[in-house]
């Protein structure tokens, strides 16, 4: 599986943002799909995560309320709403996938196994 990215940028406090991510390859239908994020100086973090169902949704505390993941099954895409953007929210955001059964939806990193390249988002305050 290959995931390209893309979607980010800079963008005001408050500001909204879409990542998109397009998978080739095996099935995507078969895959869960996360988003993670790497700020300067600091550890990659679980930002959000979408099983092969698109019921089972995750996200972390931080984010929860504010982004929205999605997958379109037909574009083979997985797409990241970023609505009230805050500068806290800068980072290098990272797609991943993996092959699951229907009813697990990793969380953590250890358990993702293909990466994109990182899309920059920056937040000005």
């Known amino acids: 599986v290959q995931l390209q990215a893309s979607g980010g940028g800079l963008v005001q406090t408050g500001g909204s943002l879409r990542l998109s991510c397009a998978a080739s390859?095996?099935?995507?239908?078969?895959?869960?799909l996360g988003w993670f994020r790497q700020a300067p100086g600091k550890e990659r973090e679980f930002v959000s995560a979408?099983?092969?169902?698109?019921?089972?949704?995750y996200y972390a505390d931080s984010v929860k309320g504010r982004f929205t993941i999605s997958r379109d099954n037909d574009k083979k895409t997985v797409y990241l709403q970023m609505n009230s953007l805050e500068p806290e929210d800068t980072a290098v955001y990272y797609c991943?996938?993996?092959?699951?059964?229907?009813?697990?939806?990793?969380?953590?990193?250890?358990?993702?196994?293909?990466w994109g390249q990182g899309t920059l988002v920056t937040v000005s305050s």
């Open positions: 991943a996938a993996v092959g699951t059964i229907l009813t697990f939806t990793p969380t953590t990193e250890r358990d993702y196994v293909y």
């Open positions: 390859g095996r099935t995507f239908s078969r895959l869960s």
């Open positions: 979408i099983g092969r169902s698109t019921s089972s949704t």
